[in-house]
């Protein structure tokens, strides 16, 4: 939102709280579920695939996105959050025994703030090498043989002369924002990719939930 679309801060901000409202809104549900020992793994299913479609949606989005283009995407992710972390915290503690629960949670949330960093790391490391994949790409039809650039980088040029430029400062001015422009769709289709890899991820580990065995509470009530 920041970088490529250049929404303010406060913008950007106030067009990610559908997430967390409707995360906060849908997460006692899940609780009144989990209390009337709802299988927690088919919670966390729903959960992990709602997340996965929410990346999806974010996926399609383009430069020309507005602040509205955000919104369902959001929604949908806030949903997938609040049916994924309440099982998994009731689920993942279930068979410790109460005199060691405060060593668990503590040893879950440093694995928490662990995963989280590596993860972070990882797209972002995903996020630099795809722009420069891109870059290349489209940097490659970016030259005076294609009509199309030609024809932009003049018009680019007498814009800039128009403004008072001269002749080879508007040609170097005209190059530098084709640059710029080929530079903010490589990054645009590098943050495509990252979602896409993240829906991704969000399916593959789905059948690893049900190797977690189900919680105890649950079973006896089966």
């Known amino acids: 939102m920041q970088e490529l679309l250049g ?7 106030l067009w990610n709280t ?17 209390s009337r020992r709802w299988d927690m793994r088919r919670l ?9 479609v929410g990346m999806v949606m974010l996926s399609f989005l383009s430069l020309e996105a507005g602040p509205l283009s955000f919104v369902l995407p959001q ?50 490391t995903l996020l630099a090498r795809h722009e420069q ?8 039809d ?14 680019l040029s007498r814009l800039l002369i128009s403004q008072g430029e001269g002749l080879a400062g508007a040609r170097t001015g005209a190059i530098g924002i084709l ?14 990719d990252a979602f896409r890899l993240l829906a991704l991820l969000f399916v593959v580990v789905v059948p690893l939930i049900w190797i977690m065995r189900r919680a105890q509470s649950d079973a006896h009530s089966a």
Do not use: K, W
Request: no cysteine; charged share 5%; glycine share 12%.
């Open 179 to 192: 640059s710029g422009l080929v530079n903010r769709q490589a990054a645009a289709l590098s943050y495509m």
């Open 18 to 34: 559908p997430r967390g409202l409707t995360t906060m809104a849908f997460m006692p549900i899940a609780g009144i579920l989990i």
């Open 133 to 140: 994949i891109h870059r290349a790409i489209l940097a490659r």
């Open 75 to 124: 929604v949908v992710i806030g949903l997938g959050l609040s049916f994924t972390f309440p099982p998994l915290a009731t689920i993942t503690v279930d068979p410790i025994p109460a005199e060691q629960m405060g060593y668990a949670t503590s040893i879950i949330a440093l694995m928490r703030n662990i995963g989280g960093g590596v993860g972070i790391s990882a797209v972002t």
């Open 142 to 155: 970016v030259n005076p043989y294609n009509a199309l650039a030609s024809g932009y980088l003049g018009r």
């Open 7 to 13: 929404f303010p801060a406060v913008t950007a901000g």
């Open 44 to 52: 966390l299913t729903f959960g992990i695939l709602t997340g996965a």
